[in-house]
């Protein structure tokens, strides 16, 4: 009789579907097992794998049954599921229940949290960084002596996206001239434009029709960075955009630079911009730091009251990476480079950034 | 004994040569002496036992010079003749050295030497322009950093930031006095910060609830106003008389402040109202007059 059941519901359940088979061997076995004392060993076998509550002897990839290790599989996992939905339930009810005195939530680990400390990050009341920040390059922007003048312009032979790209750049940027290059040399470029009073150059390579890369010179004699330019978005690619820009000078919000590298690079940003912005526009540019990226966008915001402030975006926005900072200006083949990103030495790690 | 007719009909047309490249419409040859480039019967080195070629070695011209009694001597067949740098001069050098050659050979000769000439100047020229560097592409890396690029904008909740900066100047003060907020700022903070003025908050609660409201119906629109202005006249006399004006008068003052900002917005005309300054209509309307505001609203603009 029970080699009969037992083949019977095993010829039923391979007919039926994958949850029911298994619980159609549970109902039969169950009955027989509890009357008879001759435990053949399928059903015994059977008995472990459909049971619940029995711990597993075995796993899950022994059966060869592809649909039927399926189906275990996939009741194992609903298993594991509730299990994990009980835990936290208990553990939310313990909270409740302690109130006050429950321990204080963990945090959980992000990558910013868990960033290796480097050791060059800026303590706000250093007073060497202070010292060496009255004494930089940018000393005469933030003393006011110097007012900012941006010059654009590209590499060879630009397309039109990059054309454009210019074009808007040197809306956000105020005194921002773009300049077509004609095939001239940088090195030519740079003591004419010292000449002729600019602050800034600002070179946009090409490649594929695509802006990729930036160079940002500061000019008598500042430092050079050299980043990866991605994700450009044109003001017409943008969703929910307001209207152009206007000449007002902008704010400029600076966020994330912690680390020497990052704070002259941070300088170098902020000294793009004058001084006083006019809060009359209503636009402000920033600059995100985050794990070695840094955010370009450009909005325009009002307050609606003291704890809400609506922001719309204008302007073009991109990310850029550093790639290098040189000392001096632009000069490939002699310069003295402060930080170059080097792949193999700076890459190896998830936790560890340097601006 | 050279047989160059032999040899000619051995490799020449459609037969095969190794240095052959055949085209659909041509044959070159790629022998390095060939001073055409081409596949044919006089310009095949191997087959004329007379043949003169001039070929670049590191921006110098030499004439090469294959005569039929050297055809035994493999090793010397080629007789190397240095060209001058001078163009003008080089091209005598060809002449004498080929005089008394088929012309078709002096000819050819002399053209590739010009060629050869052009492309060196032509190289001179390039080398002291800038030159472009090109930086190869790792597929992978860049495939990381694309993948990180995202990951870090997601962990870097821009619009967040950017208000709560916003947010933290207005409060320092560096907007000044353009926008009235920041006496709302001050009350709110002095309130939550004294909690030993506990009487004060019991005092505003009383009053918060003994003062009366005028709710308008539904279709109330502020043109309206005029003919409540009597009104408004009459609760705002009662409202200068209590102490606490601004803390009791909140909603209104911060609905009339809401309106000054759009007004100033509109005035200046340059803000764009669509986006931010979408001020959803409350079906509740409270507004008062009170005589200080005026002297506000002067000093605003």
Same mark, same amino acid.
């Given at each position: 009789m029970d080699s009969n059941e037992a083949t019977t519901s095993e010829s039923v359940s391979k007919k039926r579907g994958k949850t029911k088979k298994v619980k159609r061997k549970v109902k039969p076995d169950e009955a027989p097992v509890q009357e008879m004392d001759q435990a053949e060993g399928e059903e015994t076998e059977k008995k472990s794998v459909s049971g619940p509550c029995f711990p597993p002897t075995f796993s899950v990839s022994e059966i060869k049954n592809k649909q039927r290790r399926h189906a275990m599989f996939l009741k194992l996992k609903e298993e594991k599921r509730k299990q994990k939905l009980e835990l936290k339930k208990k553990k939310k009810k313990e909270r409740k229940a302690l109130g006050d005195q429950a321990p204080p939530k963990e945090v959980p680990k992000t990558i910013e949290n868990q960033r290796i400390y480097d050791e060059t990050t800026v303590n706000p009341e250093d007073e060497e960084v202070a010292f060496d920040e009255g004494t930089d390059e940018f000393s005469a922007y933030f003393s006011r002596l110097t007012n900012p003048k941006v010059l654009i312009t590209t590499s060879d032979r630009p397309r039109g996206r990059t054309v454009r790209f210019c074009e808007q750049l040197a809306t956000v940027i105020p005194h921002a001239h773009v300049y077509y290059r004609r095939g001239l040399a940088l090195k030519r470029v740079i003591p004419q434009c010292v000449s002729r009073g600019f602050t800034y150059v600002m070179v946009i390579n090409e490649d594929r029709k695509v802006p990729n890369g930036l160079v940002l010179c500061h000019l008598p004699d500042g430092p050079t960075a050299h980043f990866k330019v991605s994700n450009v978005r044109l003001r017409k690619e943008m969703k929910r955009r307001g209207k152009d820009p206007t000449e007002h000078v902008p704010e400029v919000i600076l966020n994330n630079f912690s680390t020497r590298l990052g704070h002259s690079i941070g300088r170098l940003f902020a000294a793009l !911009?004058?001084?006083?912005?006019? !809060?009359?526009?209503?636009q402000v540019a920033t600059f995100h730091n985050q794990r070695d990226f840094i955010f370009f966008r450009f909005h325009r915001y009002i307050f609606k009251n003291e704890k809400k402030v609506g922001i719309q975006e204008l302007g073009p926005r991109f990310t850029l990476k550093l790639r290098s900072l040189q000392k001096g200006t632009f000069d490939s083949k002699f310069g003295e480079y402060e930080w170059v990103h080097k792949r193999h030495e700076m890459d190896s790690s998830r936790r560890k950034f340097h601006l | 004994m050279q047989h160059d007719d032999a040899i000619w009909d051995l490799i020449g047309n459609d037969n095969f040569c190794s240095y052959k490249v055949k085209t659909k419409t041509q044959q070159f040859c790629r022998n390095e002496y060939n001073v055409t480039g081409l596949c044919d019967r006089s310009s095949c080195p191997l087959a004329n036992s007379q043949y003169a070629t001039v070929r670049e070695e590191k921006g110098l011209c030499y004439l090469y010079v294959k005569v039929i009694e050297r055809a035994a001597f493999p090793a010397h067949m080629w007789e190397k003749v240095k060209l001058d740098r001078n163009y003008a001069k080089a091209l005598e050098q060809i002449d004498e050295n080929l005089i008394y050659w088929p012309r078709f050979i002096q000819h050819k000769c002399k053209q590739r030497l010009t060629k050869i000439t052009q492309y060196l100047i032509r190289i001179r020229k390039l080398t002291l322009k800038r030159q472009r560097k090109l930086v190869p592409l790792s597929r992978k890396v860049e495939r990381r950093e694309k993948r990180r690029e995202e990951k870090a904008l997601i962990a870097a909740q821009l619009e967040n930031a950017i208000e709560k900066e916003l947010l933290d100047r207005l409060k320092q003060g560096t907007y000044g006095d353009i926008y009235n907020f920041p006496i709302h700022a001050f009350d709110k903070a002095m309130e939550k910060q004294e909690e030993e003025t506990e009487s004060e908050e019991e005092e505003d609660e009383e009053e918060e609830s003994g003062t009366r409201e005028f709710v308008a119906e539904d279709e109330f629109e502020e043109s309206d106003l005029s003919d409540f202005e009597d009104m408004n006249n009459l609760k705002g006399s009662s409202d200068e008389e209590e102490d606490d004006e601004e803390e009791s008068g909140e909603e209104e003052e911060s609905e009339e402040e809401l309106e000054e900002e759009k007004t100033k917005a509109k005035s200046k005309g340059k803000a764009p109202l669509k986006g931010p300054i979408r001020k959803k209509r409350a079906y509740v309307e409270i507004e008062y007059e009170q005589e200080t505001e005026p002297a506000q609203k002067s000093k605003a603009i």
């Open positions: !911009f004058p001084h006083d912005p006019q !809060f009359v526009g209503r | -």
